[in-house]
């Protein structure tokens, strides 16, 4: 999984009066929690865009005042209206300790079913997963090579080595339907 570096600072006072100071200023509030301590800091809102505005998941190497983590964005706030970024949770990740993750899927291969006039339908863009950092890939591959009409695949049909799955293992991922103009097969 690729790495993102973030650095920031802490911050001094924590309230609402503060945080909406710190925003006026270009600073994102932020904290980072689960491990040995909780930090509040603020960081320059253009380092989220490598971080949050690309479908790639990435980890965190955060730097706090010379306070070094490693991390995964546990949770985001938008403003409702004008979509601004108010506040972002960091969940520290420790050695030997799993951490629940959204992984986006990538579909490879050409259906028969598709070929022939059906039409593929994705359920899922993301699968939550649950293992070691350094076990975690950076996309889950689903190849739909020898899917027919009405064929699906999916989340029991899916494995990845040291990873659990967190959907429901009857979760459709992707299927061919079938379609008006479908091509019998001889």
């Known amino acids: 999984m690729k ?8 911050r001094e006072n924590v309230g609402k009066k ?3 100071a710190q925003r006026a200023n270009g600073l994102i509030p932020c904290v980072v929690y689960g ?7 603020v960081v320059e809102e253009t380092q989220f865009s ?14 706090v005042a010379g306070k070094k983590f ?11 209206v004008t979509d601004q970024l ?13 951490v629940t993750i959204g992984l986006p899927i990538k579909i490879t291969g ?10 593929m339908v994705k359920k899922m863009r993301k699968l939550t997963v649950k293992g070691l950092l350094k076990d975690i890939p950076e996309e889950i591959t689903v190849d739909i090579s020898n899917l027919d009409i009405n064929d699906m695949i999916k989340v029991g049909d899916v494995s990845v080595p040291n990873l659990s799955f967190m959907e429901n293992s009857g979760t459709i ?14």
């Open 35 to 41: 491990g040995k301590e909780q930090l509040q800091f």
């Open 86 to 98: 108010l506040h972002v949770d960091f969940l520290e990740v420790t050695e030997g300790k799993s």
């Open 18 to 20: 503060d945080a909406k």
């Open 50 to 63: 490598h971080l949050l505005f690309t479908p790639e998941v990435k980890y965190v190497d955060l730097d």
């Open 110 to 119: 050409t259906s028969p079913g598709v070929l022939r006039g059906g039409k």
């Open 173 to 186: 991922i992707v299927s061919v339907v079938s379609t008006r103009n479908v091509v019998e097969a001889q």
């Open 3 to 10: 790495s993102v570096s973030i650095s920031g600072s802490p």
């Open 70 to 80: 490693e991390a995964v964005v546990q949770a985001t706030q938008w403003h409702p």
